[in-house]
Structure formats: structure tokens, C-alpha cells
């Protein structure tokens, strides 16, 4: 495994100071995409120039839009209409995106001309039968690999016609993807969840203009309507800030402040949860920006206690169970989690993954189907541990290091990059020593 970027952590003194982690990766994706169909130019300003959101952007450079460089989080692009995209010459290389290419390929669904989605080794291992089937029942034409797999090739030309769609499982991206391809389709396009997600593509289709109601669980729209440029400001993103929430709470005497942060509240199931566990965290400064709310999030350091997870939390905490799982492993008595099979289709399975790694660090963790039962209160010891190449995985077993009696070596973090550029340095300037070891 030491192919690849590790991580070394070691425990320190408390944690302290204020820090704004990069910009949302879901609103970063969000805008290129949307910024590309409207008509006119738009500015971003907080772009997450991660991996991920610069993989989509490229792709929509290949189908004609002009984009300017990303220079300090702001980008410029040049929106070609509803209709203006253009076939690429090359296969749409996504990288390690999911969220790239369920959405894609709502968007793609309804050219003219045919497109091919491809990505990494991670990416091309996940299911998209959740987002192929119900465009399929729209008209789409898209041909899969084995199990319904990446690359996802899309033929052009296909006449889309809007659903009444229940999603069988709370999926913000599934949900997206319908709704990007209801901007092709004739008719309603209407998709109604069975729990609450996140919601930034309705918030955003509104910031372009584009008429969209939500009633409680249902979203719906109406194909052949015009987007319209804007300008928008992305805030740090609670996923990455959430690393450092976890941080604050299980070091001693640490009292932090993130700035910035979205606080959508159809993403704060992880300030949440961690409250239920009696983390104290306190929001300054909320405010709202291009629809978006957003604050000044401080946490200082508290003894965490095991709770039995709300399922209703879970789809608003979905992409924070890494780091939450620290937390249950610092936190006394027992934490259980149900409800949250998604994990399972992660760039890794998370569950196994998580489960695995607290296990050589010395935690009692049990996995289940849909969840984890783990015992926590007891010190965490040192160890080797494999990230499987999944960039929430490598980050919580940073935040793990921080507590463990001796050093917690992280194998294969190569892919924090994708939504955490530079992450040691990041964490470096609250007081965590992350030190990352190049392969040799």
C-alpha cells in the first residue's frame, strides 16, 4: 500500500485559532453546470478548486463553454444557453466524482449529439442503475457497463418526457439528475423524496431564474424555461469544516472558529448530531448569500456521549459518518447508527472501511447492513491504517491521530485532493500535525 500519499498524526496540545476551509464541493459542481446553460456571464467566487469540481469544469470546456482560469476561488464563465453545448471530442473524464456524473448525465440526457462519461478506478466500481433507470423511464438512451456501471455512454437525439418519480431512496444526486434532465424534457418533471436532502440545485435553479416548486417532499419543474447568468458566492463546505468540528471536540481545551461555513439546513445534520452528543458548538454571524446561509461555526473542546443516530438525520449527514465516527470512538458508551446503507456505495464502503480501520486503532466497532454499533470511551492506540483510497476516510483517521497513544499512519490518501486541497496545511494552522509522506 505505501505506493501511494500517506499520512502520519500524532497527538498534540489543544487546538486553537480560525481557519475557512475550501469552498462547497455540491455548490461548486452546481454552478459550473448551471452557469454553463444560462444565458449571459457569470462570476463564482469560492470555487472549490479541488479535483472533483476542476474535472467538471473541464468537461464543460470540452463541450464548447468558455470558462476562465480558476484565480483564487473566483471563476468567469460564459454561459452558451439551454442549447448551446457541444459535442466533445473526447470521452467526459469525471475523475473520482459521483456527483459529477449522476448529475451529468441528467444534463447530458437531453443533447443533441452523443457523450460518454468516464472515471477513475473508484468512480467506474459505483452503481448507476439509481440515476440510469428513472432516465431510462424518461426516454434517455444510455448504455452502462456490467451492473449498470461506469463509463456511461449517452446517445444524443433521445426525446425526453417529464416523470411523476418517488425516489426509492433519499438521494440529493438522483433527485438532481431528474430534475437537470426535466430542463430538457416536455412537461413536468416531478420527484418526491421519501426523507429530506440537500437542496442546493432547487436553491440554485432559482439564483438563474428558472421557475421550480418545492412543496415539502416533492420538486417539480417544467422543461423548455431559460436560465439566466448570476453571480454567486460558494461557502466553505460544512463536509470539509466537519473534519475539524470532530477535531475541536475530542481534544482537550481546543476552541476553534470556522468562517464561513454553509449552514444549508438540509446539511447540518452533522452539527446535529454532534450537539445530541454534547458538543459545544455555537454559530455566529448567520447570514444569507445567493441563497445559501452561512456562518461563523465556533466549537470548543466537551465530553462526547454515544447516542442511537435519528434515522430523519441521516440523509442530512451523509458525507460526514467518517468523522462522526471518531467522535462516537472519543465519545463514552455506545453509539448506534441505522438507516444509512448509502454508505455502503461510497468511493468506499464506508461501513466496512470505517469499521476496519477503528478496529486496528483498538475501538469495539460492529458493522451492520445499513449502519455501526461502536463502543467508545476507551484511548485509541496507534496503527497502520488503509484509507482505500477514499478522501473522507483518510481525513477522519487524521482527526483519529489526534487521540491515539502513539501515531496513526494513514495509507493511500492520494485522493484528499479531490475535496480538501492541501489539507495538512489547513489543519496545520488550528494546531493538528498531519505530516504527509510522499511515496517513495
Do not use: W
Not at 489543544?14 to 476551509?21: A, D, K, M, T
Not at 459545544?280 to 444569507?288: A, N, V, W
Amino acid at each position: 500500500m505505501s505506493e501511494s500519499t500517506q499520512y502520519s498524526v500524532s497527538a498534540g496540545g489543544s487546538l486553537y485559532g480560525e481557519l475557512r476551509v475550501p469552498g462547497d464541493k455540491s455548490i461548486s459542481h452546481r454552478s459550473v453546470m448551471l452557469a454553463s446553460l444560462a444565458d449571459g456571464q457569470s462570476t463564482i467566487r469560492g470555487f472549490l478548486q479541488g479535483e472533483d469540481s476542476l474535472n467538471t469544469l473541464r468537461a464543460f470546456r470540452d463541450m464548447g463553454v468558455e470558462i476562465s482560469d480558476v484565480e483564487n476561488g473566483v471563476v468567469r464563465v460564459n454561459g452558451v444557453g439551454i442549447d448551446g453545448l457541444q459535442k466533445p471530442d473526447r470521452d467526459l473524464y469525471l475523475g473520482n466524482s459521483g456527483t459529477s456524473m449522476r448529475l451529468m448525465s441528467g444534463l447530458l440526457a437531453g443533447q443533441v449529439f452523443d457523450t460518454t462519461l468516464a472515471g477513475d478506478a473508484s468512480l467506474s466500481s459505483r452503481p448507476m442503475a439509481r440515476v440510469v433507470d428513472p432516465l431510462e423511464k424518461m426516454g434517455a438512451q444510455i448504455y452502462a457497463s456490467e451492473g449498470k456501471r461506469p463509463p456511461l455512454i449517452i446517445r444524443g437525439g433521445a426525446t425526453l418526457n417529464g416523470i411523476d418519480y418517488k425516489l426509492p431512496m433519499a438521494s440529493a444526486q438522483v433527485k438532481s439528475c431528474l430534475l437537470l434532465a426535466g430542463l430538457f424534457a416536455k412537461g413536468t418533471t416531478i420527484v418526491t423524496e421519501p426523507a429530506i436532502t440537500r437542496d442546493h440545485t432547487e436553491r440554485m435553479l432559482r439564483g438563474f431564474s428558472y421557475p421550480i416548486s418545492v412543496n415539502d417532499r416533492e420538486v417539480s419543474l417544467e422543461g423548455g424555461h431559460r436560465l439566466r447568468a448570476t453571480n454567486l458566492d460558494v461557502p466553505a463546505d460544512i463536509s470539509s469544516a466537519a473534519f475539524f468540528m470532530v477535531a475541536a471536540s475530542i481534544v482537550h481545551g481546543s476552541d476553534i472558529m470556522l468562517k464561513d461555513v454553509g449552514v444549508n439546513p438540509t446539511r447540518t445534520g452533522v452539527i446535529d448530531i454532534l450537539r445530541l452528543m454534547g458538543a459545544d458548538i455555537t454559530l455566529h454571524r448567520q447570514r444569507e448569500s445567493g441563497g445559501e446561509m452561512m456562518a461563523d461555526i465556533q466549537v470548543k473542546s466537551a465530553q462526547l456521549r454515544g447516542i442511537n443516530i435519528p434515522e430523519s438525520l441521516v440523509p442530512l449527514a451523509i458525507d460526514e459518518f467518517p468523522v462522526l465516527f471518531i467522535a462516537a470512538a472519543a465519545a463514552e458508551g455506545e453509539t448506534v447508527l441505522t438507516g444509512a446503507e448509502e454508505l455502503r456505495v461510497k468511493e468506499s464502503d464506508r461501513i466496512k472501511a470505517m469499521a476496519a480501520g477503528l478496529k486496528t486503532l483498538g475501538v469495539k466497532a460492529r458493522p451492520l447492513p445499513d449502519g455501526i454499533v461502536i463502543n467508545g470511551g476507551a484511548r485509541l492506540r496507534g496503527g497502520d491504517v488503509d484509507s482505500f483510497h477514499d478522501h473522507r476516510i483518510a481525513m477522519a483517521f487524521a482527526v483519529a491521530g489526534l487521540i491515539a497513544e502513539s501515531s496513526v499512519t494513514i495509507e493511500r490518501c492520494d485522493n484528499v485532493a479531490t475535496s480538501f486541497p492541501n489539507f495538512p496545511g489547513h489543519a496545520g494552522k488550528i494546531g493538528m500535525s498531519v505530516r504527509e509522506l510522499s511515496p517513495a
